[in-house]
């Protein structure tokens, strides 16, 4: 793979996958990027890397602790399972997760599969589920969901439909486990539906400004999404619940104008640093 002389390149996840093929190429763009430090490299491939796995990919949310004026920005409960789905029922209640629970893959890769989820009513059905993959609590949000683009200081917010809320009446008539499939992608756009205004309001403006700018900082990247949630019933108490890392931005409105920008503004300041 012949990277060339490019002024500038961005590695997508769908490079990164575990096996030897996807290995050679994040070894290639390591060494590209060491031999020729005048291309600018969107994001690290090290940095991507973060994102593939569930178990790291929310940490940096939870660590932020993240409340002020505007609300606070949490991530569920949960729990990662890397084999042996016949201990699943006791490691959920020596976690003490409270039921129903979303499965999903631990690699979160960008296939198909890696979207797939599923959830999970009681704790029997747990044992058919199929490690490697994480547990996390369900929380009620109205059926709707936040994506957050970002695009380097760029925010664009689109409203998704969601899982529906689970009452206490369904979780004690139902079991078994549920499949769904890619939700916040394959869903209908909700921005035009016939809402609840408290469902639909979007999260504050300065929270996300805020978020964003520190997740940037720790995570070192810049081309990425958040879905996120807001617990039903509460005007400011929100969720991360995943984050895709170079996602569909032809979904994203606007996304011409917002990327072309993006694009221009680091040709730019490169410039400026070579002028100084």
């Known amino acids: ?18 096996h030897s093929a996807q290995s050679k190429k994040f070894g290639i763009c390591l060494e590209y990027r060491r031999t020729h430090p005048e291309v600018t490299v969107l994001d690290p491939p090290d940095a991507i890397q973060h994102l593939h796995n569930r178990q790291s990919m ?15 920005v949490g991530v569920p409960r949960q729990l990662v399972i890397k084999r ?27 296939s198909a599969k890696s979207h797939e989820l599923s959830l999970a ?14 547990l996390q609590e369900f929380v009620n ?3 709707v969901l936040f994506k957050v683009y970002i695009v380097g200081e760029a925010i664009k917010v689109v409203r998704r439909f969601s899982l529906p809320d689970v009452t206490k009446r369904e979780l004690s008539k139902n079991a078994g486990v549920f499949r769904f499939p890619r939700v916040s992608c394959a869903a209908a756009s909700a921005d035009d539906a016939d809402l609840d205004p408290s ?4 999260p504050p403006r300065p929270l996300l400004e805020r978020l964003a700018k520190e997740l940037r900082r720790r995570l070192g990247l810049r081309l990425f ?14 969720y991360v619940i995943d984050i895709n890392y170079f996602p569909g931005y032809g979904k994203m409105p606007g996304y011409e104008h917002i990327f072309t920008d993006f694009l221009l503004s680091l040709v730019q300041s490169r410039y400026k640093k070579r002028s100084c």
Not at 1 to 18: D, Q
Not at 121 to 134: A, C, H, N, T, W
Not at 199 to 202: C, D, H, Q, S
């Open 141 to 143: 949000h109205g059926g």
């Open 58 to 72: 929310l940490q940096c949310v939870a660590d932020m602790n993240l409340s002020d004026s505007y609300g606070n």
């Open 121 to 134: 009513y009681d704790q029997y059905s747990l044992r058919i589920l199929e490690p490697p993959l994480v």
């Open 199 to 202: 469902v639909a309001e979007l």
């Open 1 to 18: 793979m012949n990277l060339g002389g490019w002024h500038s390149y961005v590695a997508t996840r769908g490079w990164f996958v575990n």
């Open 225 to 238: 999404n958040l879905d996120i949630i807001r617990e039903h019933g509460t005007r400011d108490h929100f």
């Open 84 to 110: 042996d789905a016949s201990c699943i029922p006791d490691a959920v209640a020596k976690a003490g997760l409270t039921l129903p629970l979303v499965a999903k893959p631990l690699v979160a890769d960008g």
